[in-house]
């Protein structure tokens, strides 16, 4: 095999690894992706976000957390303000 493939396919399976481990421990330990962006999602309760990983993504809202992969409907409790 060509050195440049080697390095190619070694690269690959890397990356590969990383990402599986990292949504690994965010789905076993309900926490936040290492690779992540985060979105507010609540202008009334600066706590409140979203981390959007790679595959998955982790939800915390009113003082909850939940972790789930991304095709997964999931929609947080937003507060009013009833004036």
């Known amino acids: ?7 190619t396919l070694i690269v690959l399976v890397v990356l590969i690894g990383i990402i599986a ?3 690994l421990q965010a789905i076993v330990f309900n926490n936040s992706p290492i690779i992540h ?3 507010r999602i609540n202008r009334c309760n600066e ?6 990983g790679i ?3 982790h939800y915390s809202c009113n ?4 972790t ?3 095709s997964t409907k999931y929609n947080c409790m937003v507060c009013y303000n009833n004036k």
Request: no cysteine; charged share 45%; hydrophobic share 35%.
């Open 1 to 7: 095999m060509k050195k440049g493939l080697k390095i």
């Open 21 to 23: 481990v990292d949504t």
């Open 37 to 39: 962006i985060r979105e």
């Open 47 to 52: 706590k409140d976000y979203i981390d959007k």
């Open 55 to 57: 595959i998955v993504n």
């Open 63 to 66: 003082n909850e957390s939940k």
């Open 68 to 70: 789930l992969f991304k």
